[in-house]
């Protein structure tokens, strides 16, 4: 997007010079057509020859049109050096051959391509496309089994419904998983049945006694929706002039039957252990914000021939620079040693010492090397207590 978006303010400068030099040659024309034609009716009124001031007239006219045509000339000239800009800029912002930010071998072997081919496939699913999901299990030979499908076959049903607004798959399937949604603090069954209770209050009076026996419902819910329960029943007293003409009215807008596709979909992929996002799609919007960062430090290790760098980073999984995608990109905790500047792993974890201080393992091994007594204590370097290294706990983000 932001390359889009920097071709766009390329064109938008063309665009806006194209007007400023149309709207000035225009103009400069018509005030040269307007002197010519003056002078040329002035001329053509007189007999005699032409006198000094005339003479001087039209010599100051000649080279007022030469110096505009020389002027909007070099107008013209700056106009196409704006232009070869766009293109300068679409060469810069996108970059069609990719192959250099590449990992190879990343898809290499069986195995991996068949957990792409899963990945895709769990997309579609995801997505509704079941066709294609098929299509793609019998093609790539996966044999998912039905245990792995019927989830997003279910979820897809009960979305469908409840963008027709038909609550009834969503509320059976609420019942059916209460116990596991209540563990959740999840609202999900309150607001469904919140849903259904104002789709009874709209249509009028002759409901009345209906929503009445549906507030039954509610009882599960009185204790921790309670303000809410309360609105809805001093809805009842608004339902002969219309609920719409009520205090009360902000319980009709449409915004609820948005919210629960969204609230349900959170839910259900969060019983079912999956993410609400697509994985793939995350991963594909993750790479396009990474791609400019990616190919601009590529470039500036070719320019300064430096290219081995990129190669000889011991972790392979490790990126050469550091890219901030945005909070919405960051799913848990990242720890940063304050002493080595390095990034928490499996293999160098964090560890709280006996003060409360936290620094990585390498730290703490690196300040327990230079002493040759066994069991010596090693200062904290932020505070002046000491420990045994053995007394370090490993802790967990």
Not at 323 to 342: K, M, N
């Amino acid at each position: 997007m932001e390359a889009c978006a920097a071709v766009e303010r390329e064109i938008d400068r063309v665009l806006s010079k194209f007007t400023s030099l149309h709207n000035h040659s225009q103009r400069t024309v018509e005030e040269l057509s307007t002197s010519i034609e003056s002078l040329r009716r002035e001329l053509n009124e007189e007999d005699h020859e032409l006198t000094h001031t005339q003479s001087m007239i039209l010599s100051q006219s000649v080279k007022r049109i030469r110096d505009a045509v020389s002027r909007l000339s070099t107008e013209h000239k700056d106009l196409h050096g704006t232009v070869s800009k766009v293109g300068k800029a679409i060469d810069r912002n996108f970059v069609s051959d990719f192959s250099a930010i590449t990992t190879e071998g990343a898809f290499d072997g069986e195995d991996k391509q068949k957990l792409l081919n899963e990945v895709v496939c769990e997309h579609f699913l995801r997505q509704g496309m079941l066709d294609i999901a098929e299509a793609l299990n019998e093609d790539a030979a996966l044999q998912l089994d039905g245990d792995r499908k019927e989830p997003f076959l279910e979820l897809h049903r009960i979305l469908g419904a409840l963008k027709l607004r038909d609550l009834r798959p969503a509320l059976g399937w609420a019942e059916a998983n209460r116990d596991r949604l209540l563990q959740k603090n999840s609202s999900l069954e309150f607001k469904l049945h919140r849903l259904q209770f104002i789709d009874l209050l709209r249509q009028g009076p002759e409901r009345q006694k209906e929503a009445l026996w549906y507030t039954r419902n509610f009882s599960p819910f009185a204790h921790q929706h309670a303000r809410e329960l309360q609105a809805l029943m001093g809805s009842l007293l608004y339902l002969r002039q219309g609920v719409e003409n009520s205090p009360y009215s902000s319980l009709l807008d449409p915004i609820y039957w948005e919210e629960i596709c969204d609230v349900f979909t959170r839910d259900a992929c969060s019983l079912m252990g999956l993410s609400v996002e697509s994985p793939l799609s995350v991963s594909i919007r993750a790479g396009c914000k990474s791609l400019p960062p990616l190919l601009s430090i590529r470039q500036v290790m070719q320019q300064r021939q430096v290219t081995g760098v990129w190669t000889n980073i011991s972790n392979k999984d490790e990126l050469p620079v550091e890219i901030d995608l945005g909070p919405e990109y960051r799913y848990h905790s990242i720890f940063a040693c304050p002493i080595l500047r390095q990034q928490a792993t499996e293999n160098n974890p964090p560890v709280r010492l006996v003060c409360g201080h936290v620094i990585s393992r390498d730290a703490l091994n690196k300040l327990s090397n230079g002493n040759n007594v066994l069991y010596s204590r090693v200062k904290c370097p932020y505070c002046p207590i000491e420990q045994l290294p053995a007394e370090a706990k490993s802790i967990f983000f």
